[in-house]
């Protein structure tokens, strides 16, 4: 039986009982000489009671759990000390509006509890992030370290699928740069395994490559890279399973994913895009500074040369097709910035 039968069933006889207890001070020569004006309210509070229980029972609390399910850690301690902060300044206020000539002395307390609770709770929920980081300060562990009790000071950063066959997480991680435990839930695991079993060649061995990083990442770094047996119940997708757990843990999470990038970030959880980082550190290069660069590759023009910075940027050499082979100096003429990313301008010293 389910729990909306259940509400209904205990508000049928619950009201109705109430319905029968109002009618008793009736005069007993009314009941007698029209015995059924006294089941009419009975009745109808009986049914009152079958269509109004679930509303004001099982459904709140069902709408309640799923929220408090769904919500951080972060934002459900921030909640409770609203919540509670508020009692307190309700109660001290109740002495006062208490002496209050009737019906303001009766009324007042009840409505000033209900008003103190609901501001603490909104202000302190509005203001979550400002008190984390507060109390990170201060040296308590709540958020997503409390998500990991064997982590000593550090938080977590979910790792998707996308960074870990991209593989330069393993690098940057060894840096020390990262100063977090990284978190692979066992979603993204099992997705990294299919991808290892595809049929396609170049997917599966960008999921065998993955799975060989990650098993590397585990075996250097044995206290700081950790499967989390986390799942997201009724959420097939893994993107939005990830964004729900950085929300339910207060975590960032890494990614190469644009989509997910924004979906996340839509959110209100925080990423970590390796991408952005790589353009953050490219070296910048001004028009008129000289360095040394090996022309690779002939150009598009006829005496063009192509050469590759150690990130990856290309470099056009005007008349450096006669150097093809050859390290050179070269001076920068001009840096151009495209959404498919930069490319340096340059001539032989």
């Not at 009152?48 to 972060?74: D, K």
């Not at 699928?161 to 979603?187: H, N, Y």
Request: charged share 20%; with cysteine.
């Amino acid at each position: 039986m389910s729990s909306d039968r259940i509400a209904r069933l205990a508000g049928l006889v619950a009201f109705g009982v109430l319905g029968f207890y109002l009618e008793l001070p009736k005069p007993v020569a009314d009941l007698l000489a029209q015995p059924w004006d006294g089941f009419v309210l009975p009745i109808a509070m009986a049914l009152f009671g079958a269509v109004a229980t679930p509303y004001i029972s099982t459904r709140p609390a069902g709408q309640l759990r799923r929220f408090l399910g769904e919500a951080s850690l972060a934002i459900a301690l921030s909640g409770l000390l609203g919540l509670v902060l508020g009692l307190v300044v309700a109660a001290l206020l109740a002495i006062p509006l208490g002496k209050l000539p009737f019906p303001f002395g009766a009324l007042l307390p009840s409505v000033g509890a209900l008003l103190c609770a609901w501001l603490g709770t909104t202000f302190f929920v509005a203001r979550q992030r400002e008190i984390v980081a507060l109390a990170r300060t201060r040296g308590l562990r709540i958020g997503a370290a409390a998500a990991n009790p064997g982590a000593a000071s550090s938080t977590g950063v979910l790792l998707d699928t996308s960074v870990i066959i991209d593989g330069r997480i393993a690098d940057i991680f060894a840096t020390g740069f990262v100063g977090a435990q990284l978190w692979v839930p066992g979603f993204v695991l099992i997705e990294l395994q299919r991808v290892a079993d595809s049929a396609d060649t170049l997917r599966r061995g960008r999921g065998r490559r993955g799975l060989e990083i990650l098993g590397r990442m585990q075996k250097d770094f044995p206290d700081t890279v950790k499967i989390l047996d986390e799942d997201v119940p009724g959420v097939r997708e893994v993107d939005e399973k990830l964004v729900r757990l950085g929300r339910k843990l207060g975590c960032p999470v890494m990614t190469n994913d644009f989509n997910l990038n924004r979906v996340a970030g839509l959110q209100g959880v925080v990423v970590l895009n390796i991408n952005e980082l790589a353009s953050a550190v490219r070296a910048v290069l001004m028009p008129g500074e000289t360095f040394q660069l090996l022309v690779s590759a002939e150009g598009k023009e006829l005496s063009q040369g192509v050469g590759y910075l150690e990130d990856g940027t290309m470099v056009v050499v005007d008349d450096g097709r006669r150097h093809l082979g050859n390290k050179v100096a070269v001076v920068v003429t001009k840096v151009l910035q495209t959404a498919a990313g930069r490319m340096v301008f340059t001539r032989p010293e």
